[in-house]
């Protein structure tokens, strides 16, 4: 009953926050009004970074890989870098809304659909899939108990989302992402000391214990071939940044919101070097959970994902770590899920309807205000959400999400061959052949990766999404020509 209480409250707190800044039409869902103060911006994209099956499975990865994925967000911190200081000068130079915008100025409408239709089919599915697992985790680990049907716990969890953020979208989120992302990082350092606190250590006998344990090892420099390769992991995490954060409406939408470009450099500059501690501080948890196992002679799980949940689901650790950590994936689902609700609804309005320039706009709709038609189509994408829920749910199958996730990613490549091509080459493609080539560099990568697994061993891991991307700009380049001066 304290788990419903609590989480009841957070829910009138979002809503409450919701009320306080509901208010400014489309400029204030799509744009913030370019009011938000960046501090909070940069704090609120760690809540939004990590969805709440991040918060599960990225302890839990220590069981395979032990620290390993540092790597990655080393090189995970040069890629804001890279967004600070090469993408959102153009954002804000052209004064974008839509980041895909970009596409219709460099190439022309049928590149800035094809980019747009990308990041749609890629964040609806993907959002849709990792909401899903968390809405499983709560239900069985929580809800199921309480006799709450798994369809209840969907449309309660879709409709708050929809009621906190169909007045004023990201201009909200700003302000409900800060306090997700505290939620979030409070459970995290809550259920630290708690583990510290059943092996009877202190602060520097926790840090030293980390420090000693086999599972903290970061560097691993010994087989190229392996997906844990220091450089490939590195290399993978720049580009995985660039890709995933700032070719990603969802992502940037925030960041657009700043009052000028400075403040959105240092607001992703700050955000970028928060990432990295807080995945290390989250890392450092799953080594202690491990030491926890061991102290209670508990068998690890053979599941990483299971590394936390099962253990404070059995109830060692207390009922009131039950509620944190209940409350902690909430804020962290919602931090993910509603940025992508209003991402997509923002996409779909200004890429796919053109609902700014009344010229473009889908004829039928010129009769209705934009702001109505916002509204329809954020209501509309909460249904698709729920539809892809069900689906997911009906499939009754982990491992064929993990399989559409890694699916999901291939979609992201075209995204950065386009966006290389436009930025560092004058030249102009034959517009008609780029939706053919954005297509053909996932199947062409697809097909490669099953070949070299299959016929010399090797699996591509995260740098398959450099391959996408060098497909992509390859085949823009074969198809291109001069652009003739002015």
């Not at 960046?38 to 499975?57: D, E, K, Q, R």
């Not at 090892?217 to 844990?228: G, L, V, Y």
């Amino acid at each position: 009953m304290i788990v419903i209480i609590t989480t009841l409250l957070y829910f009138a707190l979002l809503l409450f926050i919701s009320h306080l800044t509901g208010r400014g039409g489309n400029d204030a869902f799509f744009r913030g009004n370019r009011q938000s103060p960046w501090p909070l911006v940069a704090f609120g994209m760690i809540g939004a970074t990590l969805s709440g099956v991040t918060f599960v499975s990225v302890p839990g990865m220590v069981l395979g890989s032990n620290m390993g994925y540092m790597q990655m967000c080393f090189g995970y911190f040069f890629g804001y870098l890279a967004i600070a200081f090469i993408l959102l000068p153009i954002y804000y130079r052209l004064n974008l809304t839509s980041i895909y915008t970009y596409l219709d100025y460099r190439f022309g409408r049928i590149s800035y659909k094809t980019g747009a239709s990308f990041f749609l089919l890629s964040k609806l599915t993907g959002a849709a899939a990792r909401l899903y697992l968390v809405c499983l985790i709560l239900q069985n680990y929580v809800f199921e108990d309480l006799g709450i049907p798994y369809l209840v716990t969907v449309l309660a969890t879709l409709l708050l989302i929809w009621l906190y953020t169909r007045k004023s979208g990201i201009k909200t989120l700003v302000w409900t992402d800060t306090l997700q992302t505290i939620c979030f990082i409070v459970t995290i350092l809550l259920i630290l000391w708690r583990a510290a606190d059943m092996l009877n250590m202190g602060f520097s006998d926790t840090w030293s214990a980390i420090w000693n344990d086999s599972h903290s090892q970061i560097m691993d420099f010994s087989d190229w071939t392996s997906k844990n390769y220091f450089w490939k992991q590195f290399l993978s995490g720049i580009f995985i940044v660039i890709v995933m954060t700032g070719l990603d409406q969802d992502m940037m939408q925030k960041n657009l919101t700043c009052k000028d470009l400075k403040s959105a450099q240092k607001d992703m500059c700050l955000s970028g070097f928060l990432f990295v501690i807080v995945i290390g501080i989250i890392m450092m948890l799953g080594v202690l959970m491990t030491l926890l196992y061991t102290h209670t002679g508990t068998a690890l799980p053979s599941a990483g994902d299971s590394l936390i949940p099962d253990f404070i689901a059995s109830g060692v650790m207390g009922d009131t770590v039950l509620v944190i950590f209940t409350i902690g994936i909430i804020a962290s689902a919602f931090s993910s899920a509603d940025s992508a609700l209003t991402a997509l609804t923002t996409s779909f309005c200004i890429d796919m309807l053109e609902i700014e320039n009344r010229e473009r706009c889908f004829s039928p709709l010129k009769k209705f205000s934009p702001e109505l038609i916002r509204k329809v189509v954020h209501g509309s994408m909460m249904a698709l959400f729920v539809f892809f829920i069900l689906g997911f749910k009906a499939l009754g199958s982990t491992s064929v999400i993990d399989t559409l996730l890694t699916m999901v990613s291939y979609t992201y490549g075209p995204l950065l061959g386009m966006y290389t091509f436009g930025i560092f080459c004058k030249r102009m493609p034959m517009e008609k052949v780029v939706p053919i080539i954005a297509l053909a560099s996932p199947i062409t990568c697809f097909i490669l990766d099953f070949y070299t697994s299959s016929s010399f061993g090797y699996k591509f891991g995260y740098e398959l999404l450099i391959l996408n991307g060098t497909l992509t700009f390859l085949g823009l380049y074969i198809s291109s020509f001069r652009k003739k001066e002015n």
